[in-house]
């Protein structure tokens, strides 16, 4: 049996970190900026940033009918960490680079008419992307808006176990994947030198390959390329962090 965390997500945390980013960083508005990276804060410049960023998603069910199943059981949970560094080149424009870790775990338990089935999934990928962004200030320089471009390139590895009534398949996959992507999102500083930041993915273009392993046999493998155009804002698919500024001047 594969493990998988009993972490439990609620999407409730993550409406009050919205909520609490937008109070506290209203309340800074008045401020002095002597010492802001941005000085004024008008702008963002001559500062070095770091960041760490999480997103995660998760969903159950249970006794659900199917045309030809009965879904008795289904856990899913995608998580995954970023750490973001960048410098400011310029006014509201910056370059810089980030390393993310993801995980997926599912697990589903249904009925068909051999019997019960337990499908269970582990995914793992790493991936590092070097990114340019642009800022927009919002009113007086407390919030900003950004758009990011990056260039990603990710490793991804999964095992695949399907116990069924007269046999057990496991199957392995590894991939290599690069993909260009652009992740809009807002900025609200809590401190001259920290800010919360909120954002999410609306276009992607990619390029994969993967190999597949059935039960220690090689037994499939191919090239994907995919594009990907989306503008629905999904609250529990947003990337939330913080963000620390080191005036470099």
Do not use: C
């Not at 009534?165 to 030198?193: C, H, M, W």
């Not at 390959?209 to 609250?235: A, H, P, Q």
């Amino acid at each position: 049996m594969i493990e998988r965390p009993h972490f439990k997500a609620k999407k409730w945390t993550i409406l009050l970190f919205l909520v609490l980013a937008a109070f506290s960083g209203t309340a800074q508005e008045e401020e002095d900026e002597a010492e802001s990276p941005a000085g004024d804060r008008s702008t963002l410049k001559t500062s070095v940033f770091a960041s760490t960023t999480f997103s995660v998603k998760h969903s159950e069910s249970e006794n659900v009918t199917r045309i030809l199943q009965k879904l008795d059981d289904s856990y899913r949970l995608d998580w995954d960490v970023t750490l973001r560094s960048g410098y400011f080149i310029k006014d509201n424009f910056a370059v810089g680079g980030y390393f993310k870790y993801a995980e997926s775990n599912n697990r589903i338990e249904y009925t068909n008419d051999e019997g019960p089935v337990l499908d269970e999934t582990v995914e793992r990928s790493y991936s590092i992307a070097p990114f340019i962004r642009n800022y927009l200030r919002l009113g007086k320089g407390t919030f900003y808006l950004f758009n990011e471009t990056n260039l990603e390139f990710t490793y991804g590895s999964g095992v695949q176990q399907v116990n069924s009534v007269e046999d057990i398949n496991r199957n392995t996959t590894d991939s290599y994947a690069l993909k260009l992507g652009i992740q809009p999102g807002i900025t609200a500083f809590i401190t001259d030198v920290v800010s919360v930041e909120v954002g999410t993915s609306v276009l992607g273009l990619s390029s994969e390959y993967t190999r597949t392993t059935t039960n220690g046999i090689e037994e499939d493998e191919g090239y994907t390329w995919s594009n990907e155009v989306s503008f629905e804002i999904d609250l529990l698919s947003l990337f939330l962090g913080l963000t620390f500024y080191f005036p470099t001047k």
